[in-house]
């Protein structure tokens, strides 16, 4: 049986100062996660529509497994954390 990889999304927008931190702790967690994760990141001035479908009010937002998991930035621990839940 193959496993899933779990989907992490991170909604960013132009002039989010606190964007660039959030990427840089997944970045650092997705190499602690090698195959088992699928990164994307969205500029939603760009995708409004995710906003929309998961209610974001502020960026940077992580949604995992198409579930609005974090609004703002979340510390390497707790997204790791996150991570390990879904497995």
């Given at each position: ?14 002039g ?8 840089e ?8 996660f ?24 502020m ?5 995992i ?8 930035t ?6 790791e ?7």
């Amino acid at each position: 049986m193959v496993k899933k990889k779990i989907r992490v999304e991170l909604l960013t927008a132009p002039g989010c100062s606190k964007c660039a931190k959030a990427k840089e702790n997944i970045k650092s967690i997705l190499n602690r996660f090698k195959d088992k994760v699928n990164y994307t990141e969205i500029d939603v001035s760009k995708n409004p529509k995710k906003l929309l479908k998961f209610g974001v009010m502020m960026t940077p937002a992580i949604i995992i497994n198409n579930k609005l998991e974090f609004e703002g930035t979340p510390s390497e621990r707790e997204l790791e954390e996150k991570l390990k839940e879904k497995k």
